[in-house]
């Protein structure tokens, strides 16, 4: 079965300056999708950014973007920038080839952004 | 935009009590999910279904059933409530594709006492 680890339960960073997430999963598929999701106070979960596995091109969002190294299993989160609304909890999340279509998540991750 | 919409932010029962957690969404979606989300335990699937009247177990199935008689609308359901089952209750949606991403409600927080 497929696994999903963020080893950082908690993060802060100052408003403006960058912060990483980071994101490691386990599978013995080849094709598969990657997602990060982000969580306000609010609680309504959000689609951040998303990675398809045979893209070699890490993906980008605006301030947002991914360093996926394939064969690592590493999926990690890059926000640049950092704004007081980027606070929330940030969940690394894996879907792969089977027909469930079902996500497997991480743990979460909360991130704190200081003024 | 994708709206998903769960009937109770949040929810109070007691002990042995039916719980019905409602869940709509106006895009069409064949897929519906019900998730689990608990501290430090991230969120865990509890049942999904992938067209009306059809359903799969998920990660953490025991003591839960759903109902999904129309395409819109997914229904979880706790037959007899119990303690350990309060937690927050997340419906998302998503089209019938790997890429896609699953759109979520807001959802409730259910306390059973």
């Known amino acids: 079965a497929q696994t999903v680890t963020q080893s950082q339960p908690e993060m802060s960073v100052q408003e403006a300056e960058t912060v990483t997430l980071s994101c490691t999963y386990d599978?013995?598929?080849?094709?598969?999708?990657l997602f990060w999701y982000k969580q306000p106070p609010s609680r309504q979960m959000i689609l951040v950014i998303r990675q398809e596995a045979y893209k070699q091109q890490n993906a980008t969002e605006n301030r947002f973007s991914v360093n996926f190294q394939k064969a690592a299993k590493s999926f990690s989160l890059k926000i640049s920038d950092s704004q007081l609304g980027d606070a929330a909890m940030y969940f690394c999340a894996y879907r792969g080839q089977g027909g469930s279509e079902k996500l497997v998540f991480g743990k979460g991750m909360k991130l704190t952004v200081n003024p | 935009d994708v709206k998903v919409t769960q009937s109770s932010r949040y929810l109070v029962k007691r002990t042995g009590e039916k719980v019905f957690l409602e869940c709509v969404q106006d895009?069409?979606?064949?897929?519906m999910f019900w998730y689990r989300q608990d501290p430090g335990l991230g969120l865990r699937l509890i049942y999904f279904s992938y067209d009306v009247k059809m359903k799969e177990k998920g990660d953490i199935p025991e003591g839960y059933s759903v109902s999904r008689e129309k395409k819109e609308r997914f229904s979880l359901i706790l037959e007899s409530a119990s303690t350990n089952q309060t937690s927050m209750y997340l419906c998302?949606?998503?089209?019938?594709?790997?890429?896609?991403?699953?759109?979520f409600g807001d959802g409730t927080r259910l306390s059973i006492l």
């Open positions: 599978t013995s598929e080849s094709d598969y999708y």
């Open positions: 998302a949606s998503s089209l019938p594709s790997r890429g896609v991403p699953q759109h």
């Open positions: 895009m069409d979606h064949e897929n």
